[in-house]
């Protein structure tokens, strides 16, 4: 079996593949399973406890987790709500022991993705983990474009940012003319240079756009 790809914290690392994080305090099965992941060609980042993984975690990083539900300090639960405070989204998958499945259910209805019962499948695990990776990089490439969506709109001025708002809400060029105090022909200027930095070609993908930002 080839060994698990290495995993760096480094910017570069972080944009160019994601990483499986796994959380266990038992060695030997953190081993395990960075040999398992990395034998599907995986990045793959090992740690021995919640605080250790949470001092790493990059943000922002596409990936998934593995936490066993049990462990000295804080738990996978504890992991679990920990990251939801901190805002942290990344997909969760919990390992649990035997006589531990009521803690997976609750792990599930806090938001985890899934949880596998030790002993468990190689290949159910793996398919749970590329599942993850893939809702991770969905994920993440849909933020990508909210905050691309958002640096265009950022480019407007006050008052384009008005009439943007207005078209949105189904205003004419008329009825934004009226409640703005402005001739129908200014409307139609501020119209322009909303479409050209926003970049849309047209009225529906300029609303396509904003809806993307709610």
Excluded at 169 to 181: D, F, M, R, Y
């Amino acid at each position: 079996m080839t060994p698990p790809k290495p995993w760096s914290s480094t910017p570069s690392a972080a944009t160019v593949a994601p990483v499986v994080f796994v959380v266990d305090d038992d060695q030997a099965a953190r081993e395990s399973l960075s040999w398992l992941i990395g034998s599907v060609h995986l990045r793959v980042a090992a740690f021995a406890s919640a605080d250790e993984f949470l001092v790493a975690y990059p943000p922002g990083q596409p990936g998934c987790l593995i936490a066993d539900v049990r462990m000295p300090g804080l738990s996978g639960l504890d992991l679990q709500a920990e990251l939801k405070r901190r805002g942290i989204e990344i997909p969760v998958i919990v390992v649990t022991g035997h006589g531990d499945v009521p803690m997976a259910v609750r792990a599930m209805k806090a938001g985890a993705l899934d949880f596998v019962e030790k002993p468990f499948n190689d290949q159910v695990l793996i398919d749970l983990v590329q599942k993850a990776v893939e809702t991770s990089l969905a994920g993440a490439r849909g933020q990508g474009e909210r905050r691309d969506i958002q640096a265009r709109l950022d480019q407007l001025t006050p008052r384009e940012r008005q009439v943007l708002g207005m078209i949105a809400a189904g205003e004419s060029n008329k009825g934004i003319a009226h409640v703005l105090g402005i001739s129908e022909k200014t409307v139609e200027a501020h119209r322009a240079h909303v479409m050209e930095k926003m970049q849309a070609r047209s009225l529906a993908e300029l609303m396509k756009l904003v809806i993307a930002l709610d």
